[in-house]
């Protein structure tokens, strides 16, 4: 009997589109493309993730291999990235409704712990009731280990559990650990029916 619906948070509860909110840090074109390439496609970014170094020691990294002329932008963009993380609104009232059905709500994420800057300000976050952050674990989805720490960490069973991720990687990295995943593709209405079938 599934109890528990655990969700992924980039793609799934807030977009995560890398192009759209450089081009919000920056207007300036070169400097869009720099933010993606020092900043969400630096191996600093998947450090942070993995919570094996600060913020701060990240922008040291960052600084030491970019060009000069580029410093205060790529700052600016590690400390405000998710001013324009946006919900995927339509999320929202699903997560709400679960809730409301007596199901535990969980987030099971590859974040940094900038997530503690931001959470508050997301409204479906308040209906869950905890969050697993890949960097306070130093653990990340797909490894196996991740997904049975966190059924550890919250005393819960993979067989009671459901997992909601846009990475088919993650998603069968879940049902390695004998939980019940689905691939979210962006459409809320698809998730639903799939959830009314299973739980």
């Known amino acids: 009997m599934i109890k528990n619906i655990v969700f992924d948070m980039g793609n799934v509860i807030l977009r995560w589109d890398p192009e759209y909110i450089a081009s919000k840090l920056s207007a300036d074109l070169n400097e869009q493309k720099i933010i993606k390439k020092e900043l969400f496609e630096s191996l600093q970014w998947r450090m942070l993730d993995q919570g094996l170094i600060s913020v701060d020691e990240a922008l040291k990294q960052i600084y030491s291999q970019s060009d000069k002329q580029y410093h ?48 508050q300000k997301v409204p479906a976050f308040k209906y869950f ?12 989805k ?27 990687e993650n998603v069968e990295g879940a049902k390695k650990a004998g939980i019940e995943a689905y691939c979210f593709d962006g459409e809320v209405d698809k998730l639903r029916l799939f959830l009314e079938k299973n739980i």
Not at 144 to 158: D, M, N, V, W
Request: aromatic share 20%; glycine share 2%.
């Open 142 to 168: 797909p490894d196996l280990k991740i997904y049975q720490h966190f059924l550890s960490e919250f005393g819960l069973k993979a067989d009671e559990c459901v997992f909601i991720d846009d990475i088919l």
């Open 72 to 119: 205060e932008v790529l700052k600016y963009a590690l400390y405000h990235w998710y001013d324009y993380f946006e919900a995927i609104t339509a999320m929202e009232p699903l997560v709400k409704e679960l809730k409301q059905k007596g199901f535990k709500i969980y987030l099971l994420s590859n974040c940094s712990l900038q997530f503690d800057d931001y959470y």
């Open 129 to 140: 009731d905890d969050f697993y952050l890949s960097a306070r674990h130093q653990l990340v």
